[in-house]
């Protein structure tokens, strides 16, 4: 598998490629340069698998053996899911006609853990694989909607080896007290929490984007950007969607499901779960009433306000995955951007449900 950016495709990376950079040369995302179209008889094998095994199955068709072998990825998956609290990784809950997907039994009691273990031991990995590095530096920025817990980040790179180290960076008095207090008090070997002065949300990504991208000691020292553009955030969600899937719909039946907007993330992993062959067959997605978002769709506008504004700042940054969810390369008929761009004109719909907004995407 290859990945291209949003941008361009001059260039071609492999997983480890895109895996250090984070971002593209060109300041783009990272996308697979072409979409798996998962077979029928696939999918109902795929339907029989417990949740450890369907998700070594989905990352070996993202993951090459030049990067790393299957045996290697086995291990290395089973070292991922060590510190979980339970054996069953993510467990389906029925509320009436409604599947929750409980996936909080990580060490932080967050979905992030299964793409955050993912990135502290994959980095293990390589510096193991290649010991003329003597410094991996991972780079994680703070981004905040109400539940995240970025705690994650600092469990899943911290005491994992030597060389790596985790900098957790958030602005001051844009995060609650609680918040503050997790990341602080989160002690791991190698996890450290940065406060900017001054600053906002848009400030913290921006500048750790820049210091990725500009980063002039690539050659020895790996700086990557573990928040939501990370290609590794969305390979690791695919797994959870599926397995959410086929312990709540019978396949090949089609199945709705319901998303928190956040860094348009998990919109994203949506759209590359049904392009890959999920039957999915409408997605609602929530966000805040003053959201960049909510305008995007609305008013077909996206633009962060730059004047103070009643709206918590943390709703009105530039998400992160919004080239990814329009800019989507995608297989040889067409462009997924193409068919995103149509369906948010003809098919979303706006309901009122209290403070929140949701969309509703059709096919």
């Known amino acids: ?18 895996f250090l950079e ?5 300041g783009g995302l990272l996308c697979p340069k072409e979409i798996p179209r998962i077979s029928t008889d696939t999918l109902e094998k795929w339907s029989h698998l417990n949740f450890f095994d369907l998700y070594l199955a989905i990352l070996s068709i993202f993951i090459d053996e030049s990067d790393i072998s299957s045996d290697d990825l086995e291990v290395l998956l089973k070292s991922v899911f060590e510190k979980f609290h339970q054996r069953e990784l993510v467990t389906i809950k029925q509320v009436g006609p409604i599947s929750l997907a409980e996936s909080f039994y990580g ?9 955050m273990q993912f990135i502290g031991h994959f980095l293990k990995y390589l510096v193991k694989k290649d010991e003329t590095n003597d410094a991996v530096c991972l780079l994680h920025s703070f981004v905040l909607v109400p ?7 600092l469990a899943g790179v911290g005491s994992v080896d030597y060389r790596v180290n985790g900098f957790c ?7 609650d007290y609680i918040q503050e ?3 602080i008090s989160n002690v791991s070997t190698n996890g450290y929490s940065l406060c900017m002065e001054n600053s906002g949300i848009s400030e913290v990504l921006r500048i750790t984007r820049d210091l990725v991208t500009n980063n002039v000691h690539r050659d020895r020292i790996h700086i990557i950007s573990a928040n939501s553009g990370h290609i590794v955030r969305v390979l690791c969600e695919l797994p959870i969607l599926f397995y959410a ?6 396949y090949p039946h089609q199945a709705a499901f319901s998303s928190y907007i956040a860094n348009l993330k998990s919109t994203y992993a949506l759209c590359l779960a049904r392009d890959m062959g999920l039957p ?3 997605v609602v997605l929530s966000c805040r009433p003053k959201s960049t978002v909510l305008d995007f769709f609305n008013k077909g506008e996206y633009q962060a306000s730059l004047r103070n504004d009643p709206c918590k700042e943390e709703f009105r940054f530039v998400h992160s995955n919004m080239e990814r969810c329009v800019l989507q390369p995608c297989s040889s008929l067409a462009s997924s951007s193409t068919r995103f761009a149509a369906m948010s004109r003809s098919t979303w719909r706006r309901s009122r449900r209290a403070s929140a907004s949701l969309y509703r995407w059709r096919r």
Do not use: C, G, Q, W
């Not at 598998?1 to 997983?15: A, C, G, L, P």
């Not at 899937?245 to 019978?250: A, D, I, K, R, T």
């Open 107 to 115: 060490p932080t009691y967050h979905i992030k853990d299964f793409s």
């Open 169 to 175: 960076i958030y602005p001051r008095n844009k995060i």
């Open 1 to 18: 598998m290859k990945y291209i950016s949003t941008r361009t495709t001059k260039r071609e990376y492999t997983f480890t490629e895109a």
């Open 22 to 26: 984070s971002f593209a040369e060109d």
């Open 181 to 183: 207090r997790e990341m």
């Open 147 to 153: 539940h995240l817990r970025r705690a994650s980040m």
């Open 280 to 282: 999915i067959d409408h």
């Open 245 to 250: 899937y086929f312990h709540s719909v019978e």
